[in-house]
């Protein structure tokens, strides 16, 4: 199975509403990233975690690596905001490879 | 600002022919990496490299070769190129060690006819 499951696999939101992505992990996870591949497919660093949790605008995420899951909300979503978001898990320590999730499919709408 | 470049950023192959995808990263990294993305899989591993002169296998290596001949550039190799590797391949660079964050390029649309 999956390692890396990312839920949901599409969402739609309205502009200026919330919403929550998740990651859960089926392997054991130093790091986390979060991406965002717009549009044109370019993929933009979001947030880089060590367990905790990071801010940025109206992007928070939170990485859990003893429950084995990452969270990523967005707060107040823009139409900017649309794209899809990937997680990915480092595994194996120093050097190590990402694993990727699928990607969730985020539409926000006007 | 640093950044990690591909070439080309589309390219249309015969099957048979022989493609090289090209990476170059100005982030003084010693870790790069090759993906390809296919609907349905995310990103997946192909090579990466520690540093000039070293290149190991990801996940899916069959079909490819990698060659780091410097610091700044990973290359991409399909000897004899199939439909099957029609995709996008992005390079990514990070520093390794403790500090894993990896920073990724364009990528590039290859179609195998």
């Known amino acids: 199975g999956d390692q890396v499951k990312q839920s949901p696999s599409a969402l739609s939101l309205q502009e200026g509403t919330n919403s929550a992505l998740r990651c859960n992990f089926s392997i054991a996870t130093t790091t986390v990233q979060w991406f965002l591949q717009n549009p044109r497919g370019s993929l933009m660093n979001l947030f880089y975690l060590v367990p905790g949790t990071k801010e940025n605008g109206r992007l928070k995420s939170t990485f859990n690596s003893k429950e084995s899951y990452s969270t990523l909300h967005i707060r107040d979503a823009q139409l900017e905001d649309s794209g899809t978001y990937f997680c990915a898990a480092e595994v194996g320590g120093s050097n190590a490879k990402l694993t990727f999730g699928k990607g969730t499919k985020l539409s926000v709408k006007s | 600002e640093a950044a990690v470049t591909q070439s080309p950023r589309n390219k249309v192959a015969v099957t048979g022919g022989k493609v090289t995808l090209s990476c170059n990263q100005t982030n003084n990294h010693n870790n790069m990496y090759w993906y390809r993305q296919d609907t349905g899989h995310g990103l997946r591993l192909i090579h990466y490299s520690y540093g000039a002169g070293s290149t190991e296998k990801g996940d899916i290596p069959d079909g490819y070769k990698a060659s780091r001949p410097s610091q700044e550039n990973f290359s991409l190799i399909l000897e004899l190129a199939t439909p099957s590797q029609t995709s996008v391949y992005f390079c990514?660079?990070?520093?390794?060690?403790?500090?894993?964050?990896?920073?990724f390029g364009p990528g590039t649309r290859l179609t195998v006819l």
């Open positions: 990514a660079s990070g520093d390794g060690g403790n500090y894993a964050e990896q920073f």
